[in-house]
């Protein structure tokens, strides 16, 4: 091909090339232009406004309230009895199981022993020929035909046969172990059949209608606790509820490690209270002046409390506070929020910060 053929080519290619630009070039004005009547017709689709959140609010308040000192410790029993063998025999008979009610007298346990059975036998055939001695000796001594000699003897043998046949029963009552009080088992030590021994701890009891929390008090607090103070009790276990109760002793020794001191405080009958379960001690020791919200105000967001504050536009702002002691419906922040503020006091709406709040009407 010569250099003319070339040149013509290559111009054909240059005018394909612009028609087809011209072409995509036309189909954009044409949609543009097509957008812009849209637009002027009134069919674009218009921005969507988020609607503002309905919250009940409530405004920061300063009140007196409770200086209140808190203590963590665990139930336990004021009535405990621990149940130990005297002799040494195989159990025969056991009546309880761990977690049985009993009441005081019930049979728990028997021992069988051969060689304190044959005791109470052979002492008491001793009382029982040193009785008939007696008596035979007497009826002469009463008839004149004894001396003061005999039957002073006879006196002498009877009661020391008495004294054998008490010492053999009381050895034999060992065998038989009932409930010294009304209460709980909460352990058994031995199974039927095994052999018990003298001393072996063989089932605890504890009285379970008679309860007190024992709590460790800091040094700097003990002075404002004393015996006979009302004391407000939390239990981990029930939630939700306030226990009345009353301090009965404060330990005076102290622990020289830890520098805090035992308090017991007596519990209220109240069913479902068990030993063993975690709880708190509030003593109150005197009043003071704070900020407090209402709980339901209170928001945990990744570990961090926090209330939603409404500020001067309107909106929801999410505010890290850092909380008190709780009184009753309301808890104390100590640091946060101030006097004035507005604050939502429902927590169940969910993440709404940024978001407009209107006051919810009641």
Known sequence: MNIDGIKEKISTMNKKKLAGMSIGAAIVLIAAGSLIIAKQDGHAAPMKTEAPVAAATSVVEQRTIDSVVTAAGALTSRNTSVLSSKVMGRVSYLGVQDGDQVSSGKLLIRIDSGEIAAQAAQAQAAYNNAKLQYDRIKNLYDAKASTQMEMDQATLGLATAQAGLTAAKAMESYTVITAPISGQVVEKR????????????????????????????????????????????LIDAMPGREFAAKVSQVVSASDVRTHSFIVKVDMPAVKGLITGMYGKALFRIGRREAIVVPRSAVVEMSGISGVYVVNAEGTAVFQMVQLGETQGNAVEVVSGLKKGDRIISDKHLGRIEGKKIVVAQN
């Not at 031995?190 to 072996?200: D, R, S, V, Y």
Request: aromatic content about 0%.
């Open 190 to 233: 031995i199974n039927l059949g095994e052999m018990a021994l003298p001393g072996q701890p063989l089932l605890k009891l504890e009285d379970s209608r008679n309860l007190r929390l024992e709590v460790t008090v800091r040094e700097q607090d003990i002075l404002h606790i004393q015996p006979g103070k009302d004391v407000k009790v």
